[in-house]
């Protein structure tokens, strides 16, 4: 207990004293996760809106498949990259193993599913009369959709919010294409792993402090934003 | 801007909703088209509106003796108010600056006429509140300005006071009643209240056995 506290203690002083070291892994771990995230939102969103509003063959599949990738392991996730860049790999030559850009292409894969499926959620569950009183009132095609769009907002917020909670708490995935290699490939969640293994608790905690601050964060949009849209139908 | 149906049929899974519906709104004014629920009214004046596609017969608009062709721009000058009418989540003004937006009208051509609207209405002291906060009377008039902003020539209102308390009804009457006065526009209802198509119409239609009689 003892040993927690002070740990605890430490980890404020590095906080407060803006220790270059650990605001390096913080900045590396909102880079990846950030850009992780960019890149799961450009494709995930339109392609939640796709299977949200349009009627094709395989759009069942399509979303049956999203939803079970919203639990992808992160580790076989890590492994399938890993394979897929390591020297003897299809995409080894590109020599991307152990950088950040591995870290950024496995945590794509585990937040795309997350917003495709939560954006088609949010989109199929605007009320239908939407539709009908955009097109009564003059909307072209395109126009009533960029309004369904619109009318989900806030569930599309929360996806991509969802998402990024999820790869920001993730370590699997990026420990095995990252390497945790300090400087360069070590982020938040592989740091408290390591430094808790070397019984270096402060580094750990005032990582686990901020990991905390920042999920609490989101989480805090997350349910601004749902009681934003949450509004009382009379 | 003239109107006519002619032969229109319209069935629903084999089901007959409408037989042989023939009129020519000629006249601008308030044409109430009254039935029994589930007559068909409110197909038959979503086949007016354009919105949805007749089994058979014709739906005309025609302007100083030639044929419109159906297609976005005539669409644009006619509207109909749906009986849940679809508020968007986010304040009443926006509610009713929406289809002036997706007209591409300038911003401050929207503004007054926006206000010149909701003031139309009585919602001008609600033009910041958040439209789904409305009580239903309220939201019923919204859906009226939303289609009232764009000066239809055309405006069908389907049941327009089939859920709303008395004190309501008046108001959207009224408001009838004076667009009726301005004689611009035609006004097409759906009612199934007698004494209240006998208040506000120039024209009683009777929609009966999928058959429309003037």
């Not at chain 1, 072209?140 to 960029?146: A, G, H, I, K, S």
Request: charged share 15%.
């Amino acid at each position: 207990m003892n040993s927690l506290i002070q740990g605890f203690v430490q980890a404020i002083d590095l906080i407060l004293h803006l220790d270059p070291v650990l605001f390096g892994i913080i900045f590396l771990s909102l880079k990846v996760s950030g850009l992780a995230l960019l890149i799961a939102t450009a494709f995930g969103l339109p392609a939640g809106a796709l299977l949200g509003l349009k009627r094709f063959p395989g759009r069942d599949l399509a979303i049956s498949t999203a939803n079970t990738f919203m639990g992808l392991p992160p580790v076989v996730v890590g492994l399938f990259v890993y394979l897929l860049l390591s020297r003897k790999g299809p995409l080894g030559f590109m020599g991307l193993l152990y950088s950040p850009t591995a870290m950024i292409i496995a945590q794509t894969i585990l937040a795309t599913p997350i917003v495709i499926a939560l954006c088609q959620s949010a989109i199929v569950n605007v009320d239908p009369i939407i539709r009908q009183a955009a097109r009564t009132l003059g909307a072209t095609p395109r126009q009533v959709t960029l309004t369904i769009i619109k009318e989900a907002r806030y569930g599309i917020l929360s996806a991509i919010i969802a998402a990024f909670g999820r790869v920001m708490a993730e370590v699997g995935s990026i420990l095995i294409v990252g390497g945790n290699i300090a400087g360069y490939t070590r982020v938040m969640t592989t740091t408290i792993a390591l430094e808790t293994d070397k019984g270096n608790f402060e580094l750990a905690l005032a990582l686990g402090i901020i990991l905390l601050a920042i999920s609490f964060s989101i989480n805090s949009i997350l349910h601004a934003v749902q009681k934003k849209g949450t509004v009382t139908v009379s | 801007m003239k109107l006519t149906v002619s032969n229109i049929a319209k069935a629903y899974e084999g089901r007959v909703i409408l037989k042989d519906c023939s009129y020519s709104f000629d006249r601008n004014g308030t044409y109430v088209l009254m039935g029994p629920n589930g007559c068909g009214k409110s197909t038959l004046l979503r086949i007016c509106a354009l919105l949805e596609q007749a089994d058979g017969g014709t739906v005309t608009y025609g302007e100083n003796g030639a044929v419109l062709q159906p297609d976005m721009a005539l669409r644009r000058r006619i509207t109909l108010v749906l009986p849940r009418i679809g508020v968007f989540n986010t304040t009443v003004s926006r509610n009713v600056a929406y289809s002036l937006r997706v007209r591409g009208i300038a911003h401050a051509e929207i503004e007054s006429r926006v206000n010149k609207t909701l003031a139309f209405v009585g919602l001008d002291q609600k033009k910041t509140q958040q439209a789904r906060t409305l009580s239903s009377g309220e939201t019923q008039r919204l859906g009226i300005a939303r289609a009232l902003v764009l000066d239809p020539e055309v405006l069908f209102l389907d049941e327009p006071t089939a859920s709303i308390d008395e004190e309501n009804t008046r108001i959207i009457e009224s408001i009838i009643n004076d667009m009726r006065k301005q004689n611009r526009s035609k006004v097409i209802m759906t009612t199934h209240d007698h004494a209240q198509a006998e208040r506000i119409a120039d024209r009683m239609l009777v929609l009966e056995h999928g058959i429309l009689k003037g």
